[in-house]
């Protein structure tokens, strides 16, 4: 049988006195144990808590007397047991999120309404925009917004560097008004769609905006040097910071969220998905009951406990494969059943109730909530195929809510 953890790690073993050969044998016995801990961590088989747990083990003496940093060193040179620990816990990233997944799989989904105080959804925080939001009366003033004059110069600059550096003899000499245009045609070549790119310019297929605007040529010049960011400042591929969307970065701002040198101290890891819409959230005030919207891509119960306890409600769409323990009919039972017909689970987790709601429409559709509810009913129109005739069905509160907010994307 394998020793205890803290029989095995118990660094006060190492006593100066003991012959290199016994010290040998327990430092090998060290390293074995900490590479079980770590397999035993990946595959699922101990959680972080544990792991937590036998680095304090690390930490005390046979007696039960904490040892300093300093009385785990070996020589001086040695590394904690410790930092070997983490090291090998740092090689499985997603060890936060396999955690809260264990931990929910518990979780009872009883059937019942979601029941809430009056004060429990209501607003606290500031209902109008910044004044700088409100004075935003047009596209193009919302335009100007994001794509500010700092950014267009950045563009602009990187746009020409690029050139140079393709062929310093023929420079694009850019300016702000050309990239400009070139985002403005291409706002239109995604709304008037046709052969190809060419057929915007040519005799026949011709799209005056956008021949009046530039010319093919020019166009293809600018498709060809545009950038964001030089490429001389990228990091290459086995660099601990190389950024896969380095040439993008300037103009967009994700993929940090899931590294954890890039997430906040506050913020737990909930899963490549959920961990963007913690990033998106960094800014919205707490416990003031502010809400957010998402669908399925990102909606978990971890993710939605979480806000929940950051005082910010939440409502999305969500896939029935995220929901441990929900004893909903099956799909062959469901079909049987009337359109428009739905249920309510709701499960207290961490002191937190949150709601999933399953509503048959054109098929079966799953929401989680904090704050919405199944009631009251209202009723939606639909197509009946068989008898050909527009028909109302049952339709629940927070679907509207959603729709409202999102428009219709389940």
């Known amino acids: 049988m394998r020793r205890s953890i803290s029989d095995t790690l118990c660094l006060n073993e190492f006593d100066k006195g003991e012959s290199d050969e016994k010290e040998a044998d327990l430092k090998q016995e060290v390293q074995e144990s900490i590479l079980i801990m770590s397999i035993e961590f990946e595959n699922g088989l101990l959680l972080q808590n544990d792991v937590v747990e036998n680095i304090r083990e690390i930490q005390k003496g046979k007696d039960g007397i904490e040892v300093n940093e300093e009385q785990t060193k070996d020589d001086g ?83 020409n560097l690029f050139s140079t550096e393709k062929d310093a003899s023929r420079p694009a000499n850019l300016i702000e008004q050309d990239i400009r245009q070139f985002i403005g045609i291409c706002v239109y070549v995604s709304l008037v769609h046709m052969p190809d790119v060419r057929s915007y310019w040519s005799p026949t297929l011709s799209f005056d905006k956008i021949r009046e605007t530039m010319s093919y040529k020019k166009f293809v010049k600018i498709r060809r040097y545009l950038h964001f960011n030089r490429n001389s400042n990228m990091k290459p591929r086995n660099h601990p910071d190389h950024d896969r969307l380095h040439k993008l970065r300037p103009v967009i701002y994700t993929g940090d969220e899931n590294n954890p040198k890039y997430r906040k101290p506050e913020e737990p890891d909930l899963g490549s998905s959920a961990n963007i819409i913690l990033r998106l959230c960094r800014n919205v005030p707490h416990n003031q009951n502010y809400r957010v919207y998402f669908d399925h891509f990102y909606a978990s119960i971890q993710l939605a406990v979480h806000l929940a306890k950051c005082g910010i409600l939440c409502l999305g769409t969500m896939r029935i494969s995220r929901i441990p323990n929900c004893k909903r009919p099956s799909d062959k039972e469901m079909a049987k059943m009337k359109r428009g ?17 399953v509503w048959k429409d054109n098929k079966m559709v799953t929401f989680i909530s904090s704050f919405a509810e199944e009631i009251p009913l209202s009723h939606v129109k639909r197509v009946d195929k068989k008898e050909n005739k527009s028909i109302d069905i049952p339709c629940p509160n927070l679907v509207k809510e959603y729709n409202r907010q999102m428009g219709v994307s389940i």
């Open 77 to 159: 040179n040695q590394r904690t047991g410790k930092e070997e620990v983490m090291e090998q816990i740092a090689k499985n990233p997603k060890k936060e999120a396999n955690e809260l997944k264990e931990r929910y799989k518990n979780i009872l989904c009883r059937k019942k309404a979601l029941i809430l105080d009056d004060n429990a959804g209501k607003f606290r925080g500031i209902s109008s925009f910044p004044h700088e939001i409100e004075n935003l009366s047009t596209p193009l003033a919302f335009f100007n917004y994001f794509f500010d004059k700092e950014l267009m110069s950045t563009i602009v600059d990187e746009s």
């Open 341 to 357: 017909i739905s249920q309510v689970f709701v499960a207290v987790i961490e002191g937190v109730e949150i709601s999933s709601v």
